[in-house]
């Protein structure tokens, strides 16, 4: 064995040489990589005894990648194009041993192998338009090549880990090796290409899969049709299909290369890639938790409770159902537990039909789930998630009720979306094994979880929490106690301001309309209609103090009924609506208001800005621990576009001395709602950004 580098590695077994990685934590491509890899495969190829040449890796997955965190600098050290024709030229065949993910710059160095032999484990994808990009280094050019256009389409605009019994059929990995056994079997593979004299093939001269697609531009067109929602705003996902139609239309292979190259280069110098890949390490960042090292011990959660059946109570379950974990859920009567768990099996069923899992999982799951009317059976459970009424008085009565019959050493864990996390756990005789899982509905869907730390949550019990969160597949952040965590707290600066800009002469859909624009899913008033707008409403108190108040009133409740601020056709689409535009006209008239001309750069400014003006409060009263987090509340809690890298993100982008100044004009206006943070302030005068706060 020779040590090429600190993390290559060449050795022989008979006439294989072995190329070993071992980067951690994933083999990514870094100057050291990409140099040993050059260096490894010129001394295996100038070893005359070597008639063939295996690259595998150590730990747990192959290389996943370019490594994102060298974009942008100075790039040293062998180009992974150098790597690329070292083997891909090479005279002795080269066969890629593929365990865990092969990814981006990954997939694209072993389609320069001649061969390539996965464990069933692993899985190969192209993912760079997650972060902005294309596969810059052949891959738009080779995968069509050897998976077909249609196929190459698919995978590099959706990044998808593509399993490698798939890859198999598709010919993207030539042969599957037992588990455990991956070495063995590519070292063998190795020599059946030394005794059969197993040509070099080259996937760059394969055209046969291109020529298909030849002549045929509605290939392209139908895609780009089918998939226009999905990919609005984002600027990778149709630089990904040019590349591919350069594929099939390009002269030769160096043309069509030449064609991604450039491409991949504006995509890396642009904005967008670099919100996603700052988006990309901020959700990663989020897992670090200064005064809770990785260390810290946590607590077996093998079973779980969930307390209410409703729609926030069923997706939670869902959630630990889906993950193997039993769940017992709790309701005050049968019919609403009925209710309760007959939704969660038309969910259930609803993924089956739509093949996402088999009729036997939707049984397996729902045979995690058990209904109980008796808090009482929540006794062994480690873990229990109180879904019920928003009510201060509620909760408490419940926590007090559940200190009393959950075992010791369990945690006990609130659901609340904006109340007190330490009043709630005061209720207790175990504060410090209390916490705030806040949920984000559909809570079986939405990504996001805030972590609510309390005064004396334990160390021991948000290690799990956040360890818990990763087994069921959500995006994790801790977060302090203060009214609304992080994203309500922040999302009620939007909502003060869009109803305030109705008021002064804005209409519901322009508002709309320019945060759609923005990129948001849906502007706020599209939101109420889809959420309803009779939440919280209750009709023997109300009194026409909000235009929402009396569009409830008229019976204008949202989509459910036909109308809310805008009118709906049968199949739920909006238009404005004249009759909301009278309820709006007639209501500033009572209220003496003459409404104004208001511009859609204002209508941003007044959305967004005091938004990141409470950013910068949370940041200062240390409710979030960094900026990054807020920003990844953001862009997996609240549909913040993430190719704008979240609030704060966009603000250092902006510049923080123009979102002063708008806030400070803006206050001048319309008074103290506006005040600026006096962290902002600080960092405007020192010249700093909120991503230089550590
Ligand atoms: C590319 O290849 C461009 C090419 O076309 C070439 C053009 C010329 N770089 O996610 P995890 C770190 S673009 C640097 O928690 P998991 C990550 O930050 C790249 N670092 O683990 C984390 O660090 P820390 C295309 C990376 O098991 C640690 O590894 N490839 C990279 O849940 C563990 O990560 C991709 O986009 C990287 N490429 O998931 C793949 N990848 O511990 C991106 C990971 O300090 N990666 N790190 O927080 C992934 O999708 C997942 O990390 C993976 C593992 C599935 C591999």
């Known amino acids: 064995m020779t040590e090429i580098n600190p993390v290559t590695d060449l050795s022989r077994d008979g006439n294989v040489a072995i190329v070993t990685l071992n980067s951690p934590p994933v083999n990514a491509l870094s100057a050291n990589v990409r140099d040993g890899l050059a260096t490894a495969f010129q001394q295996a190829k100038a070893d005359p005894e070597v008639k063939a040449i295996v690259l595998i890796c150590d730990g747990r997955t192959f290389i996943a990648g370019a490594d994102i965190s060298e974009f942008g600098g100075q790039m040293k050290g062998a180009s992974l194009f150098d790597v690329q024709k070292e083997i891909e030229e090479s005279p002795v065949p080269v066969v890629a041993a593929i365990h865990g993910t092969a990814l981006g710059g990954g997939l694209e160095v072993a389609l320069c192998a001649h061969y390539r032999v996965a464990v069933p484990s692993a899985k190969c994808g192209l993912p760079e338009v997650n972060i902005g990009l294309l596969p810059g280094a052949g891959g738009t050019q080779r995968l069509p090549r050897i998976a077909g256009v249609e196929k190459a389409l698919e995978m590099v605009t959706s990044g998808q880990h593509v399993p490698a019994k798939q890859c198999l059929d598709m010919g993207l990995v030539d042969e599957l090796a037992p588990e455990g056994k991956l070495k063995e079997t590519a070292v063998a593979f190795a020599r059946k290409c030394i005794a059969e004299n197993k040509p070099l093939r080259k996937v760059r001269d394969n055209n046969d899969k291109l020529q298909a697609a030849k ?45 991604e190259r450039k491409l991949f280069m504006e995509l890396m110098m642009g904005d967008q890639s670099a919100a996603q890949r700052y988006a990309f390490f901020a959700e990663r960042q989020a897992n670090k938790i200064p005064d809770v090292p990785d260390d810290t011990p946590t607590i077996p959660i093998r079973k779980v409770g969930v307390i209410g059946a409703g729609t926030m109570g069923g997706g939670i379950s869902m959630n630990f159902a889906n993950a193997g974990i039993p769940v017992t859920v709790v309701e005050m009567k049968q019919d609403a537990l009925d209710r309760g768990l007959k939704v969660v099996r038309g969910n259930y069923e609803r993924s089956a039909k739509g093949g996402r899992f088999t009729m036997d999982d939707v049984e397996k799951r729902m045979g995690l789930l058990t209904g109980s009317l008796n808090l009482e059976d929540l006794k062994d459970c480690d873990l229990v998630i109180e879904a019920v009424f928003e009510r201060m008085d509620i909760k408490k009565d419940v926590f007090a009720r559940l200190d009393g019959v959950v075992k010791q050493g369990a945690i006990l864990a609130t659901n609340t979306s904006y109340l007190n996390v330490d009043e709630i756990a005061s209720a207790t005789k175990r504060p410090e094994y209390v916490i705030g899982l806040h949920f984000f509905s559909p809570a079986n869907v939405m990504r996001l979880l805030e972590i609510v730390r309390g005064e004396k949550t334990s160390k021991e019990v948000i290690a799990t929490s956040m360890k818990l969160a990763k087994t069921i597949g959500k995006v994790a952040v801790l977060v302090g106690v203060c009214p609304g965590f992080v994203g309500n707290r922040m999302l009620a600066q939007r909502t003060r301001e869009a109803n305030a800009l109705v008021l002064e002469g804005a209409m519901p859909w322009d508002v709309d309309r320019v945060l759609y624009d923005f990129g948001f899913p849906m502007g706020p008033f599209a939101m109420g209609d889809l959420a309803g707008l009779d939440i919280g409403w209750v009709k023997e108190n109300s009194r026409s103090s909000t235009i929402r108040e009396v569009l409830c009133e008229m019976d204008r409740r949202g989509q459910k009924t036909g109308a809310g601020f805008y009118d709906y056709d049968e199949n739920r689409n909006a238009k404005p609506s004249p009759v909301t535009e009278k309820v709006i006209a007639d209501f500033r008239a009572k209220q003496g208001i003459n409404p104004r001309t208001i511009s859609d ?64 004009e803006f206050q001048g206006r319309m008074g103290d709602a506006f005040k600026p943070s006096a962290l902002l302030e600080k960092l405007v005068a020192d010249g700093r950004k909120f991503a230089d706060v550590k």
């Not at 600027?235 to 099939?248: D, L, M, R, S, T």
């Not at 960094?626 to 862009?635: A, E, G, M, N, P």
């Not at 704008?644 to 603000?651: C, E």
Request: charge should be neutral; include cysteine; charged fraction near 30%.
């Open 215 to 259: 002549g045929h531009p509605e290939i392209f067109a139908n895609f780009r049709k089918a998939n226009a929602r999905k990919f609005r705003g984002f600027k990778a996902p149709e630089a990904n299909i040019q590349c591919i139609e350069a594929a099939v239309n390009s002269a030769s292979f160096e043309e069509g290369q030449q064609a």
């Open 601 to 664: 750069e204002e209508i941003l400014e007044r959305c967004l800005y005091p938004m990141i003006n409470e950013g910068a409060k949370i940041l200062e009263e240390k409710k979030a621990i960094r900026s990054s987090d807020i920003d990844t509340v953001w862009l997996n809690g609240y549909g913040w576009p993430v190719y704008r890298g979240g609030p704060m993100f966009y603000g250092d982008r902006v510049g923080l001395d123009k979102v002063l100044a708008k806030m400070t």
